[in-house]
């Protein structure tokens, strides 16, 4: 299964701590986040990465090239700022195989099992499959309301200790066929592509997932990778 990251933020709220990097290199136990993250996902069976890079991207490509660990890795470089949803759209157009893929962010670490998430996605029929964590802080993230199959019924602020979006998706190309959107357009996937998907009847389904989550977005939550990666 191949997995698009979503690494080309510009990471201002972490440039106080890592003033240098893209966020994704942040270094963890003396070695990027990114490398955490990826060697999650390859002992998940993923077989292809594609990052999708903006700010310093070349830090990225350098340090990865053209594989890691044995693992083809490529790149969707965005020459201007698209946000999480056209980069998202950019990326895309790399995908070799017509089946679902992951996305992920290039900034949190959520300990989902990729066999639960795709036979969930599989029994549902759904466009895109959602891995749902119980929100530690309120507001910070987009809270979700769903039905007893897991339908995603309504997106929002997160109350904390609600369900909410934890960063990774299994997504059919059918959630981006047909989307109003020009290639090149600046969008947010949480703010633009969710909910208008949501708005167009697409099947969109979220299963809560038990494992550990990081999101190295801000720097106290960052200041925690050391311990909690350096734990497995």
Request: avoid cysteine; glycine fraction near 14%; charge should be neutral.
């Amino acid at each position: 299964m191949e997995a698009i990251i979503l690494a080309g933020g510009l990471g201002t709220r972490l440039r106080s701590a890592v003033p240098d990097l893209p966020k994704p290199m942040a270094p963890v136990s003396g070695r990027p986040f990114l490398e955490h993250q990826l060697d999650y996902w390859l002992a998940q069976g993923v077989t292809r990465f594609i990052l999708s890079v903006g700010y310093r991207y070349d830090a990225i490509s350098r340090h990865f090239g053209e594989a890691y660990r044995g693992i083809p890795v490529g790149y969707a470089i965005e020459r201007e700022p698209l946000g999480t949803g056209g980069g998202l759209m950019l990326a895309a157009r790399e995908l070799a195989a017509p089946g679902p893929f992951l996305v992920l962010n290039g900034d949190t670490y959520f300990e989902v099992a990729l066999g639960t998430l795709r036979d969930f996605h599989a029994a549902r029929g759904a466009d895109i499959a959602l891995s749902l964590l119980r929100s530690p802080q309120q507001g910070r993230y987009t809270g979700l309301e769903t039905g007893a199959a897991g339908e995603v019924l309504s997106l929002n602020t997160g109350k904390k200790g609600g369900l909410a979006n934890g960063g990774v998706y299994l997504v059919s190309h059918a959630l981006l066929d047909g989307g109003a959107w020009p290639p090149g357009s600046r969008l947010s996937l949480e703010e633009d592509i969710l909910p208008t998907a949501l708005r167009a009847g697409k099947r969109m389904f979220g299963l809560e997932f038990p494992g550990r989550f990081l999101d190295i977005g801000i720097p106290e939550d960052y200041a925690r990778a050391a311990d909690l990666l350096g734990a497995k």
